[in-house]
């Protein structure tokens, strides 16, 4: 039997079915004809993936549409984030929109619309236009969502700055979106001092909070909080041109593990998409509460969560930092329904994840879901499946035209048949997700980063077909391991530890350090990444010094047999 022939049967027969039913055939004919057709095909092992995976597909089918729907009335409506938000207002002018956790502060829709009035005329004043780019460094706090809020009203669009950047980060960041201004948070006065001298004299900056005299005049910085109190708050006079739903919304930057980090572009349709995606795909009602302690830099925390609002009506708490102790005290104060998690979240609330945490926590359902900010290829657990992110029908593949491919073990590129094509992986057999680039589909277009450079390596050609294009999801990786030369034997660990605090944010700070007399290459000068990666930091694999960032004790360790062991057996947090 040959399996890659069977959606091909299942397809003639569903097609079958559905011709039948067309012309007014009674379902109990349909269905004996169809399940002829495909019977006739030779079918079987397809029949029983059917009967396994139908209803999952049925359901993913259903929000699929829901979202398509809905993507292509608000083009057609030409509208953008802003003008859906308003229509949210009207229908919700009193209700809750934001909590702010760490004050009790409640703001109502209404409040919500007028401050990012309030906002866009503060834009308009500084006389940005449609198309320019301001900053926004700060800790998660709703006035960050009443900001890129107000300046989109205009055209404005933000740059969304990871807080934990400094120096080198921070300039690029920056930088690489062209920002006109800036608006930092009082708490990151500190950041903001390191890197004002580097600054483009140019760039207008505001802060919001508490800061002193001396010291906004020592940044060349005005008061963002007294200038939004006096500002209208009547409605901007819409931008010319408006922005249409495929415009730039925002940037969102990646994480910048493995080097300086990119910034994705978002446009209001791909805002609406992960939002709407959320809502359908993981059941939500009007009336839910959600519990967001994710970063507002991020996709997560500001689309997923706060598009729930901006969108759907929701409430939503937004913590400024995540805290384990307080997480669900403050579920239980809010009145929490959904709560938002990200990576490791779940492992700091109980050691043993999801069966263990929806039993101990009497969790009625988990909702799971893998998608970079910028990718089209997002893929969503919807029915509860333990251990799973997402799923590719088996039985409508090219309703969502997403694929795991093969890929080379030693230089990670795609594998290509005789023909050129990429070669699917089987189920079951790791791969590269990648999703078909459809310009002219908001569920299917890929808009890139900022840098062209960037967006051009994430774009692979001639993957499903001939001539096609394919996004390539985020292979970045996460800091572990820095394998250092030094063939002086003067490395010294606590000197490096003190540059990566001052220069990296923490999640970017190797967890380990191999240090080698040299770098092994291959014979074509490329380091020998395959072997580093299967020795690890096991200490009996190399002869190479291995450490451990012991963060309890803010210093590097050396690595033994003893403290190996601590890890591999979760003795030892890493």
């Not at 007014?24 to 396994?52: C, D, E, H, M, N």
């Not at 909590?99 to 834009?123: H, K, P, R």
């Not at 998608?371 to 893929?379: L, M, R, V």
């Not at 210093?555 to 591999?568: G, W």
Request: proline share 5%; aromatic share 10%; glycine share 8%.
């Amino acid at each position: 039997m040959i399996i890659g022939k069977r959606p091909g049967l299942a397809s003639l027969s569903l097609g079958s079915l559905g011709l039948l039913r067309l012309f007014g055939v009674p379902w109990s004919w349909s269905l004996a004809a169809g399940f002829g057709v495909f019977l006739g095909t030779g079918g079987w092992k397809y029949l029983y993936i059917v009967v396994r995976t139908a209803k999952r597909d049925l359901n993913g089918l259903y929000v699929l549409l829901r979202v398509k729907i809905a993507l292509w009335h608000h083009l057609r409506r030409n509208s953008n984030i802003p003008s859906i938000f308003a229509q949210t207002v009207k229908q919700h002018p009193n209700k809750p929109a934001l909590i702010y956790d760490a004050t009790g502060e409640t703001w109502t829709f209404t409040q919500l619309d007028l401050l990012s009035n309030a906002v866009a005329q503060w834009a308009l004043a500084q006389g940005w236009a449609p198309g320019d780019v301001v900053a926004l460094f700060m800790e998660s706090r709703p006035l960050q969502v009443a900001l890129w809020l107000g300046l989109a009203k205009v055209g404005v669009e933000a740059a969304l700055i990871n807080f934990n950047l400094r120096r080198d980060a921070l300039l690029h960041c920056v930088g690489v979106s062209v920002s006109r201004g800036i608006v930092f948070g009082a708490e990151l006065a500190g950041a903001m001092l390191e890197v004002s001298s580097s600054l483009s004299p140019s760039m207008v900056r505001f802060c919001t909070g508490e800061l002193s005299v001396d010291c906004l005049a020592s940044l060349a910085a005005q008061n963002l909080d007294y200038i939004l109190a006096s500002a209208p708050t009547l409605p901007p006079p819409s931008c010319i041109p408006p922005k249409s739903f495929n415009d730039r919304l925002f940037y969102i930057y990646t994480s910048g593990t493995t080097g300086l980090p990119k910034a994705a572009i978002v446009v209001h349709s791909r805002y609406y998409r992960i939002a709407a995606f959320g809502y359908h795909a993981f059941r939500m009602r009007q009336d839910d509460i959600i519990y967001d302690c994710l970063p507002l830099y991020h996709s997560a925390g500001n689309i997923m969560g706060v598009g729930q609002c901006l969108i759907n009506g929701l409430t939503v708490v937004v913590k400024k930092k995540f805290s384990a102790s307080r997480f669900w005290e403050d579920c239980i104060k809010h009145n929490c329904t959904v709560v938002q998690y990200i990576g490791e979240i779940c492992r700091y609330l109980l050691s043993h994840v999801w069966e263990a945490f929806t039993e101990r926590f009497c969790v009625a359902q988990v909702g799971e879901f893998y998608g970079a900010t910028e990718c089209n290829c997002s893929i969503a657990n919807m029915d509860g499946k333990v251990g799973a992110c997402g799923f590719n029908s088996r039985i409508l593949p090219n309703v969502y035209p997403i694929r795991l491919m093969k890929v080379d073990e030693e230089t990670t590129a795609l594998v290509r048949d005789r023909h050129g094509l990429c070669v699917p992986c089987r189920p079951g057999e790791p791969g590269l997700l990648v999703g078909r680039i459809n310009q002219q589909d908001p569920l299917r277009r890929f808009d890139g980063y900022a840098n062209q450079d960037a967006t051009r390596k994430k774009i692979a050609n001639n993957v499903f077909k001939k001539n096609d294009s394919a996004y390539l999801s985020d292979v970045e990786g996460k800091a572990g391991m820095a394998a250092i030369a030094d063939p002086t034997g003067t490395f010294d660990c606590d000197v490096f530890l003190r540059e990566v605090q001052q220069a990296l944010p923490p999640y970017a700070r190797p967890v380990f350090l191999r240090i080698s007399p040299q770098v092994d290459t291959t014979g074509t000068f490329k380091i020998q990444k395959t072997r580093l990666q299967r020795e690890g930091y096991d200490p009996r694999l190399s002869t190479d010094q291995i450490y451990f960032l012991n963060s309890r004790a803010g210093r590097y360790e050396a690595v033994n047999e003893e403290l190996h062991s601590a890890i591999v057996e979760g003795r030892m947090a890493l």
